[in-house]
T-cell receptor, first 117, second 112 residues
C-alpha cells in the first residue's frame, strides 16, 4: 500500500464512450502524474501537475483530458478513445517540484487496466 | 536525447545473486532509481542513488553507478521467489521538472 489509490482498477469502454479515471493520494504531496504503460514499451509520462497547475503535457492527444481539482486528487477524462489506447494507466505523486526536493521520489498507485473495444 | 536501456529478461535460481543492468544517456541526471513492479500492481520505489555516489547498499540490494560509462546496476543478493517481478531503471534527466525517464523494464524470473 503506497498511499496512492486508483479507481476503477479495470475498465472496458467502447470508442464512443466517455469515462473518467480517478487517482487519490494520502501522502500530503503536491505533485501528481499520469503515466501510460503499454506492453513492450517504456513507461510514458503523460501529464504532470504541481500545486494543481499543469506543468507538463507530453504531446498527449486531446481525447485524454486531465483535471486536478486539488493536490490530493487527479482525474483523467477519456472520450472517443482508440483501441491503441488500451493500456495500464498509472498515477503517481511526489513532493512538490519547487522546494528543492530533488530526489523526486514518486509513489505509484496500482493502475487502471483500460481496454478499448 | 534522453534514453534508458535495459535487457528485457533475466532468469536466476533461488539463493543466487541477480544483477540487472541499465544504461542511460543524460549525463546531467542527478538521481537514478530502481523501481519494482509485481503482477497487477503499480511501481514500487526500491532505491535510488545520487549521481556523485559510486555505490549504495540497502540490505540485500546493492546499486553500482559508473557515471563515466553511464551504467547503473542493481544486485539482489540471495534472490528469493518473491523477488520475481519487473525491475525498472529510471533517471531524472535535467531540469526541475520531476520528469523521470524509464527503461523498458527487466523481467526477473526466480526458479526454485
Amino acid at each position: 500500500e503506497t498511499g496512492v489509490t486508483q479507481t476503477p482498477r479495470h475498465l472496458v469502454m467502447g470508442m464512443t464512450n466517455k469515462k473518467s479515471l480517478k487517482c487519490e493520494q494520502h501522502l500530503g504531496h503536491n505533485a501528481m502524474y499520469w503515466y501510460k504503460q503499454s506492453a513492450k514499451k517504456p513507461l510514458e509520462l503523460m501529464f504532470v501537475y504541481n500545486f494543481k497547475e499543469q506543468t507538463e503535457n507530453n504531446s498527449v492527444p486531446s481525447r485524454f483530458s486531465p483535471e486536478c481539482p486539488n493536490s490530493s486528487h487527479l482525474f483523467l477524462h477519456l472520450h472517443t478513445l482508440q483501441p491503441e489506447d488500451s493500456a495500464l494507466y498509472l498515477c503517481a505523486s511526489s513532493q512538490d517540484l519547487l522546494s528543492g526536493h530533488l530526489t523526486y521520489e514518486q509513489y505509484f498507485g496500482p493502475g487502471t487496466r483500460l481496454t478499448v473495444t | 536525447g534522453e534514453d534508458v536501456e535495459q535487457s528485457l529478461f533475466l532468469s536466476v535460481r533461488e539463493g543466487d545473486s541477480s544483477v540487472i543492468n541499465c544504461t542511460y544517456t543524460d549525463s546531467s541526471s542527478t538521481y537514478l532509481y530502481w523501481y519494482k513492479q509485481e503482477p497487477g500492481a503499480g511501481l514500487q520505489l526500491l532505491t535510488y542513488i545520487f549521481s556523485n555516489m559510486d555505490m549504495k547498499q540497502d540490505q540485500r540490494l546493492t546499486v553500482l553507478l559508473n557515471k563515466k560509462d553511464k551504467h547503473l546496476s542493481l544486485r539482489i543478493a540471495d534472490t528469493q521467489t518473491g523477488d520475481s517481478a519487473i525491475y525498472f531503471c529510471a533517471e531524472n534527466g535535467s531540469g526541475n521538472t520531476g520528469k523521470l525517464i524509464f527503461g523498458q523494464g527487466t523481467t526477473l524470473q526466480v526458479k526454485p
